[in-house]
């Protein structure tokens, strides 16, 4: 197939990588001059995924258009509250036929819409016949390395995601379908919020005890918000939901993660943002998921400590505190 990458991130350039040594004929879009010239010339991306040799037919760009052009398939693989600028830059020249991809995790936050809500303002409503979105437990260093992955794609239409489907799946990478593509996109956004929760809880020195119950509580506010904008509960049971949540939540190359963990052990959320080159999607995230829940009166306990934590200033212990010590109640009310 002939596809385009809109966005040369790790998660990007690892995708990108990936299709290439599919036998795709892949053009990746980076935004900066410096690295589009690197990663032709040295194959490599030493800004994002350093170590990882690019596969020689991957065409690299700094040309915007040229990402969609001719493609049958386009991947989104940029921060999502950019999404929104670059579709509309994109929208006079995209194919009509071509298959979008979303593989990034995030609300906008000056309107709190989806993705899939953006690709519908900016594409027009019928491109969700053609929208997939790609989730799942997935760091983009270990699928870069070709160890075993999986992955969900999600559309509305069944004929997309198993084209997707075809697309991406190799020996280590195993994709599969859902026709639930709000709920694993949900998932996707939400379990940043949760990671960062997880990072404060390791960095005030908590336990296991803590993790595990802060991951299962953050997944019922995954499904209360879902219920609330027609979500399926089973899909945040599966790999964009528990799945990515676990991952994230425990694992050492999460950025969510470390911002957390950074803020539990004293460090102000400018500083460590300041020192950060790739984005922690959870960081925007926090503040649209609050804002999100309110509007839907979804109560999600967690999420709103997190944006406290780092929006208002809260202390992390007191917010814990304050977690702890709300109404007792019954584990499924």
């Not at 298959?99 to 953006?118: P, Q, R």
């Not at 799945?243 to 460090?267: A, E, H, Y």
């Not at 959320?269 to 999100?292: D, Q």
């Amino acid at each position: 197939m002939k596809i385009g990458v809109i966005g040369a991130g790790s998660w990007g350039t690892a995708l990108a990588n990936l299709l290439a040594g599919n036998g795709h004929e892949v053009v990746l879009w980076a935004y900066e001059p410096e690295l589009v010239e690197e990663m032709t010339r040295q194959r490599s991306n030493s800004l994002f995924l350093p170590g990882v040799s690019l596969h020689p037919d991957l065409i690299c760009t700094g040309e915007l258009s040229r990402s969609v052009l001719e493609r049958e398939l386009v991947l989104l693989v940029a921060p999502t509250q950019v999404a929104r600028g670059l579709l509309s830059t994109l929208a006079p020249c995209w194919p009509a036929e071509a298959v979008l991809v979303n593989a990034s995790k995030g609300i906008e936050l000056t309107t709190l819409a989806t993705v899939s809500d953006i690709v519908a303002q900016t594409l027009g409503a019928g491109m969700l016949e053609h929208y997939v979105v790609l989730s799942g437990p997935t760091f983009a260093r270990e699928v870069a390395l070709g160890l075993p992955s999986l992955i969900v794609a999600a559309s509305r239409n069944e004929q997309a995601a198993r084209l997707a489907q075809s697309a991406f799946s190799n020996q280590t990478f195993r994709v599969y379908t859902s026709d639930d593509p709000v709920g694993v996109e949900l998932g996707g956004a939400i379990k940043n919020v949760l990671a960062i929760a997880a990072g404060i809880s390791d960095g005030l020195g908590f336990g296991h005890n803590t993790r595990a119950a802060l991951i299962t509580r953050g997944l019922v506010e995954m499904r209360r918000l879902g219920r609330a904008m027609g979500a399926r509960d089973e899909s945040f049971s599966g790999l964009a939901g528990m799945g990515d949540l676990v991952l994230t939540c425990t694992g050492d190359l999460s950025r969510n993660r470390t911002v957390g963990m950074k803020l539990g052990q004293g460090m102000t959320l400018a500083a460590i943002l300041a020192e950060m080159r790739m984005v922690a999607e959870g960081v925007k995230t926090s503040e649209s998921v609050y804002f999100l829940a309110q509007s839907k009166g979804v109560e999600m306990p967690i999420c709103e400590k997190v944006f406290e934590i780092l929006h208002r200033d809260k202390p992390a212990r007191e917010a814990v505190l304050e977690l702890m010590t709300r109404e007792l109640k019954a584990e499924y009310a």
